[in-house]
């Protein structure tokens, strides 16, 4: 089975930055697309960033563009999320998810994606 464990989130002030990592068990993790989803109490798990798994096309939410950034390991099976300028409103639990098989729509759906982390808690303070 996939496993995926987050590590990363804490407390920060708005502007700071944070980088987020996720290791994976898994085997031909290049074979896995990568992606990053949070989700605010009482709100809808949200697409924030993904990689694909056969190159180097990364897309991001709106609202995250210019200031997040997606990366990948596949020799340490990793995927990381870099977090600059960030606002009260990225306040979330961040999870890594992966999925194969995708078309091209599949990877901004969260139900697309097969396995997921436990989540990390990046908070935001203003």
């Known amino acids: 089975q996939v496993q995926l464990v987050e590590s990363g989130g804490g407390l920060v002030q708005a502007g700071g930055s944070l980088r987020l990592s996720c290791a994976a068990s898994?085997?031909?993790?290049?074979?896995?697309?990568m992606g990053w989803f949070r989700q605010a109490p009482g709100k809808e798990r949200d697409f924030v960033a993904t990689?694909?798994?056969?190159?180097?096309?990364?897309y991001y939410s709106e609202s995250v563009k210019g200031r997040f950034t997606i990366s990948r390991d596949n020799a340490k099976n990793a995927v990381y999320l870099q977090m600059n300028s960030l606002k009260p409103e990225d306040t979330a639990v961040y999870y890594c998810?992966?999925?194969?098989?995708?078309?091209?729509?599949?990877?901004?759906?969260?139900?697309?994606?097969?396995?997921w982390g436990q989540g990390t808690q990046v908070t935001v303070s203003s």
């Open positions: 998810a992966a999925g194969s098989d995708f078309s091209y729509g599949d990877y901004f759906r969260a139900n697309k994606y097969v396995y």
């Open positions: 898994v085997r031909r993790f290049g074979n896995y697309a």
């Open positions: 990689f694909s798994w056969n190159g180097d096309r990364t």
